[in-house]
């Protein structure tokens, strides 16, 4: 038989050693992994047959191909290989979750060793491209962002592949993770500071059942930890949300004035509601192939004289990801919440099943989805290798949480006794 999960090992190592080249010079690699991933699964499919095993995964290019020939025959707002080009983008966020969720590839020891290696190296070359400022900074990661969020992916690969097989992780390497996730504040931030707050408060405070058994101490923890998270991100927030809306006299979203980030989200919303409930099709709005061939939407909605998102100015069209929602309507806002919601499902799952063993499992995906939906407030990681690599470690953690459901369905399901086979 075909050893898929091995395959599965292999696109992971390529990832994360291409984590940093891939933010300037090999833009193509978060592509490359997530097909060679979809590869895998129908290689998987042809040799064992396990056609079965991915009923997720054709559920979802069965919606993403239903967008495709709604963007193609109603809508109508861009160019047949916009519309191709997106529609591979858009699945970048999905399928290596439900494929390695399916596959549910285990690292060796070997495996483990070299991950923590290629980690090092990446959360190292990040901090001294960020202690180096803008000639560092520039030529290796591009935007100080980026330096935060290997930071941040470097210690989730760290911490899982230093959990035993009891689900401890030993005291100095939280420590150490903990230094090494306070060095990634030297980005500056505002969303890595809300990421690290969240890591702080799960490594050392957060104990299974906080919020179940919750008393006052336990309350006032919680209010303290989402204080100090709206503390660090409420300066950008008013700065792109607040002051940006109030430079305009209402809503002259034509004013080249106005902030390209509010103008998106304030438009997002006018879309859905009339485009509903589809939305406006594959790259027409907000999306990077809606930046590259322009789509007719920033024409119909005037926002095509606003400073970054014009067709000589648009480098801000994609610089944040929730708009770009409005691409699938209410019906996809709806099948986003879900996933997400879906995704934190299993994590629960090894919380009921054993808290003491799959605490840092249920730890590492939830910081991995909090630090997906804080980054695409204002930023586009989660279509990027550096939110296709966390994704692929959040299929593996929920794959633990699968295999521990089918396990209880098993012990579960009602045995036919005798008596029962011959009243049949």
Not at 172 to 197: D, E, N
Request: aromatic share 16%; net charge positive.
């Amino acid at each position: 038989m075909l050893r898929i999960d091995r395959l599965c090992v292999y696109v992971i190592l390529l990832g994360l050693i291409s984590l940093i080249p891939s933010l300037i010079y090999l833009k193509f690699l978060d592509e490359l992994c997530a097909a060679m991933l979809g590869g895998i699964a129908l290689l998987d499919c042809v040799v064992n047959g396990s056609w079965r095993r991915y009923r997720l995964l054709w559920l979802l290019m069965a919606i993403m191909t239903f967008y495709a020939i709604y963007s193609l025959t109603i809508v109508h707002n861009n160019v047949p290989i916009a519309i191709f080009y997106d529609w591979v983008i858009e699945l970048k966020p999905y399928l290596p979750f439900i494929v390695l969720l399916c596959i549910g590839p285990k690292f060796t020891t070997s495996d483990k060793q070299i991950i923590c290696a290629i980690c090092w190296v990446n959360a190292i070359i990040s901090i001294i491209a960020l202690l180096g400022g803008k000639p560092l900074t520039s030529p290796i990661l591009f935007h100080p962002m980026y330096g935060g969020c290997i930071v941040f992916i470097s210690a989730m690969f760290i911490l899982y592949c230093s959990i035993d097989k009891n689900g401890e992780v030993p005291r100095h390497t939280i420590i150490i993770l903990a230094l090494l996730l306070t060095a990634g504040l030297i980005c500056g931030r505002s969303k890595y500071f809300g990421t690290y707050v969240l890591s702080i408060f799960f490594l050392f405070l957060y104990s299974p059942g906080i919020i179940k058994h919750l008393n006052l101490k336990h309350a006032l923890l919680i209010a303290v930890v989402c204080f100090a998270i709206i503390a660090v991100a409420w300066s950008k927030f008013h700065y792109y949300f607040i002051i940006g809306t109030e430079t305009q006299t209402s809503f002259d979203i034509t004013a080249t004035q106005s902030f390209a980030r509010p103008v998106l989200y304030i438009t997002s919303w006018f879309i859905l509601l009339d485009y509903f409930p589809f939305g406006c099709g594959l790259a027409s709005f907000a999306s990077f192939p809606s930046q590259e061939w322009y789509s007719n939407v920033y024409y119909e909605y005037g926002i095509n004289n606003v400073w970054g998102l014009s067709l000589k100015n648009p480098g801000f069209i994609c610089d944040a990801f929730y708009p770009s929602l409005a691409q699938f309507g209410f019906a996809g806002l709806i099948l986003f919440i879900w996933y997400w919601v879906y995704a934190y499902g299993f994590l629960r799952t090894m919380l009921r099943t054993d808290a003491r063993k799959y605490k840092y499992p249920f730890i590492i995906g939830s910081l991995i989805i909090c630090y997906i939906l804080i980054e695409s407030t204002t930023g586009n990681v989660i279509s990027q290798n550096v939110g296709v690599m966390p994704i692929m470690l959040l299929g593996i953690v929920a794959a633990q949480g699968r295999e521990l459901r089918e396990a209880k369905a098993i012990r579960h399901k009602p045995v036919l006794s005798t008596i029962d086979i011959k009243k049949i």
